[in-house]
C-alpha cells in the first residue's frame, strides 16, 4: 500500500503549484486534529447527557406555570341549604287528650296550667311550659283528669323554637332527678324519686317515679312521670294513684304507656322536616 505521506509530497492538481509539507509536520497536524475532534466528541456527549437530564426537569417545570392545565381541586361536600321548618304553634285539634281518661271528657288546662305545667325537684325548678326558665316554650298546650277514686292524670305539651332548644328542657329534668333521688319536700313525708327503665318512641325520653317515705319499707302517693321529645315538641304527662310499693309502680308505669301511645304516635308531626 502506497505510503500517503509521499503522496502528499508528490501531489499537484492540474499544474497548480504546491508547497508539500513534511511528513512529521503533517503527522503533528493529524494529532491535532484527532485531539480536537476527541475533545468537541466528548464535550458534545456531556451537552447531550444535560439535555436528557434538563428534559424531565423542564417537563415539570412547565406543570407549575400558568400556561398549563391545572387539575381540578378536590371536591369538597356541598352544605345543604335545606332548613328545618318547626312547627311554632300546636295545631288546632292536636289530640292530647287522647286516651288519657279511658272515654270520660278531660278538663282544659288554664293558660297558668296546674301541677304538671312546673317541676321543681328539691326546691329547684327544672321545668316550667309557662315561664323562660330553663329554657322558654314558643307555645304549650295541656289537658288534666281526675277520677273519682284518689287517682288523677294530666299532660303538658310545649314547642321549642327547634329541636335542640326542646332537648335542653328535656335535659335540665332529667338533671333535676338524678341530683334529687330523696326530696325532703319541707312539709310531710320526704318525696323519693327514682327513674325508670322504659323506652317511649320518641328521639329522646325518661320515665321516673316520685313516692313519699311514710316508713322504712313504706312507700305511697305514687306519680309516674313520662317526658318524651319529638322534634321541637316536649310531652310531659303525670299520673298519680294514693298506693305506692314496687307492684304499683310496675303496673302504673305499663299502664301509662299504653295510655301515652296514640299521642306520642301523633307527635310525628312535630318531628323534623326540610322546608324552604
Not at 103 to 117: I, K, T
Request: aromatic fraction near 4%.
Amino acid at each position: 500500500m502506497p505510503d500517503p505521506i509521499e503522496e502528499l509530497q508528490n501531489f499537484n492538481q492540474q499544474g497548480l503549484h504546491v508547497n508539500p509539507l513534511s511528513a512529521s509536520e503533517v503527522r503533528r497536524r493529524g494529532d491535532r486534529m484527532r485531539r480536537r475532534n476527541t475533545a468537541l466528541a466528548a464535550v458534545g456527549g456531556i451537552a447531550a447527557a444535560v439535555i436528557v437530564i434538563a428534559t424531565p426537569l423542564a417537563v415539570v417545570a412547565n406543570h407549575d406555570t400558568d400556561s398549563s392545565p391545572s387539575l381540578p381541586p378536590a371536591s369538597q361536600p356541598t352544605p345543604s341549604t335545606d332548613q328545618t321548618a318547626w312547627l311554632q304553634k300546636i295545631p288546632a285539634g292536636f289530640p292530647l287528650a287522647e286516651g288519657l281518661s279511658g272515654g270520660e271528657s278531660p278538663g282544659h288546662l288554664p293558660g297558668s296550667g296546674p301541677a304538671v305545667a312546673d317541676l321543681t325537684f328539691c326546691g329547684v325548678s327544672t321545668w316550667s311550659a309557662t315561664s323562660d326558665a330553663p329554657v322558654k316554650a314558643v307555645d304549650f298546650d295541656g289537658v288534666a283528669f281526675r277520677g273519682e277514686s284518689e287517682d288523677s292524670r294530666s299532660r303538658v305539651l310545649s314547642l321549642y323554637v327547634d329541636d335542640t332548644a326542646a332537648q335542653r328542657a328535656l335535659d335540665a329534668i332529667r338533671a333535676g332527678v338524678e341530683a334529687c333521688p330523696q326530696d325532703p319536700n319541707g312539709s310531710g313525708a320526704p318525696l323519693v324519686l327514682d327513674v325508670v327503665p322504659a323506652d317511649l318512641a320518641a328521639d329522646d325520653s325518661i320515665v321516673f317515679t316520685q313516692q313519699s317515705q311514710m316508713d322504712v319499707g313504706l312507700l305511697a302517693d305514687l306519680t309516674v312521670f313520662q317526658v318524651a321529645r319529638v322534634g321541637n315538641a316536649l310531652y310531659v304527662a303525670t299520673q298519680y294513684t294514693s298506693a305506692g310499693g314496687q307492684q304499683v309502680v310496675d303496673a302504673e308505669v305499663q299502664r301509662m304507656a299504653g295510655l301515652s301511645a296514640a299521642v306520642l304516635s301523633d307527635m310525628s308531626i312535630f318531628a323534623a322536616a326540610p322546608g324552604s
